[in-house]
């Protein structure tokens, strides 16, 4: 499964950094930078022109962060952290094998997006949204998507397209063994690279928001089937083809289609 996958690699991670740590040693006579403290007066010999805090913790925390960011988002997905349900940093963290802490950091990620909400003392409560909201999202999105498709299938050239394949073909792939976290990313992948050639990183950004909103699960709602998975991995190798041909008709009503096939 994607998400034990990905709590096994934040387990080796988190491990592989608290080894680093524990074999790290400070010379006599030094003091670590972090724990004199920001206003501290350096040691006398101590080279102080503005050097970077030693690299290989400080990236490793990072690192196990954004495994527990994507391990969290997978579990979101397939429906693992379920809607209405209080989960603690502290909880997640043991079943993670690491700190509490990333895992609140990750969570607090998740709540700037919309996952999850704080809930004081008890830690986060999963997002529980109804087919309303999941409508508004879909006609938010094809407000943006549909006239800048338009607009790219008059003036990209075919081979840039063409260069898109091995994204819609990742999308089939991950359909076709009902992998549903790895399609939610191989799909806003696509979607990523189509509304990129429009060189507005502003534009990708807010749509690649409002498309991992829309992929989060309703409450009550029932697993997505792989049949739908593949329908809807099916529609982008066919918008490729319109927008290769400049068939604009085609291309307007795909993306439509597309967005009314995520309204479920």
């Known amino acids: ?14 491990a592989s950094a608290a080894s680093a740590a524990a074999r790290s040693s400070v010379p006599s006579g ?50 693992d952290l379920v809607p209405g349900q ?23 990620q998740l709540a700037v997006e919309g996952a999850v909400e704080v809930v004081p003392n008890r830690g986060f409560r999963v997002a529980e949204r109804g087919p309303n909201e999941l409508a508004e999202l879909a006609e938010v999105r ?23 394949r091995p994204l819609a073909d990742a999308t089939v792939a991950a359909a076709a063994v009902g992998d549903r976290a790895s399609y939610a990313e191989c799909d806003r992948a696509f979607h990523r690279a189509v509304l ?36 809807d991995a099916a529609e982008h190798a066919a918008l490729l083809d319109a927008l290769i041909a400049q068939d604009l008709a085609v291309v307007q009503s795909l993306v439509r289609e597309h967005f009314a096939g995520a309204d479920r």
């Not at 050097?51 to 527990?68: L, N, T, W």
């Not at 749509?207 to 029932?222: E, I, T, V």
Request: hydrophobic fraction near 40%; aromatic fraction near 4%; charge should be positive.
């Open 1 to 14: 499964m994607e998400q034990g996958r990905a709590r096994e690699q934040v387990r080796a991670s988190y």
């Open 142 to 164: 094809a407000l943006i998507e549909v006239p800048v498709m338009l607009r790219l299938a008059r003036t990209v050239d075919q081979a840039r397209w063409c260069g898109l």
């Open 30 to 79: 030094r003091v670590p930078e972090q724990a004199r403290g920001a206003s501290a007066e350096p040691v006398r010999g101590e080279h102080t022109h503005s050097e970077p805090p030693a690299p290989r913790v400080v990236v490793q925390r990072h690192s196990v962060r954004g495994q527990i960011l994507d391990a969290l988002r997978a579990a979101l997905v397939d429906g």
């Open 86 to 108: 209080v989960y603690s940093a502290p909880a997640l963290g043991a079943d993670f094998g690491v700190s509490a802490t990333p895992v609140r950091e990750a969570m607090q």
């Open 196 to 231: 990129a050639l429009s060189g507005n990183q502003q534009l990708v950004t807010v749509a690649d928001d409002l498309h991992r909103r829309s992929q989060w699960p309703l409450r009550n709602a029932p697993a997505t089937r792989r049949a739908d998975l593949l329908a």
